[in-house]
């Protein structure tokens, strides 16, 4: 199983900005997705980002609710895909997942698309 580990998570006042990594317990040289969700209490995951490597390029896409303040990118040096947070909202607290498909086609932000998921780090945006 691929496991992966979300970190970044912290407490931040509004405005801020955090960085947050997705890392896999393995390197990954097959195609493969990998997209950022969050949930807020009592809600289902919501899609915000996800990335897809191509030969061509890479692929990216974005939720109209983080459009133009996330960014998400790969870090070759570190592994990781990670997600940068700017001009952060109090409404943007809710614990924020990595998730990864492994082979196949296509990219997207539904959650019904991905085959691991790791385990969430929490991001609360407050004074």
């Known amino acids: 199983q691929l496991l992966l580990v979300e970190s970044g998570g912290d407490l931040v006042r509004p405005g801020g900005s955090l960085r947050l990594a997705c890392t896999s317990s393995?390197?990954?040289?097959?195609?493969?997705?990998i997209g950022w969700f969050r949930q807020f209490p009592g809600k289902e995951r919501e899609g915000i980002a996800c990335?897809?490597?191509?030969?061509?390029?890479?692929?990216?896409n974005y939720a109209d609710s983080v459009k133009g303040r996330f960014t998400i990118s790969r870090d070759s040096v570190k592994n990781t895909v990670d997600l940068q947070m700017n001009n952060l909202r109090p409404e943007d607290t809710a614990v924020y997942y990595c998730?990864?498909?492994?082979?196949?086609?296509?990219?997207?932000?539904?959650?019904?698309?991905?085959?691991?998921w790791g385990h969430g780090t929490q991001v609360t945006v407050s004074s």
């Open positions: 990335f897809s490597d191509r030969q061509s390029g890479d692929l990216t």
């Open positions: 998730a990864a498909k492994i082979g196949g086609y296509g990219m997207g932000l539904d959650q019904d698309f991905y085959d691991y």
């Open positions: 393995k390197f990954i040289v097959d195609y493969y997705v």
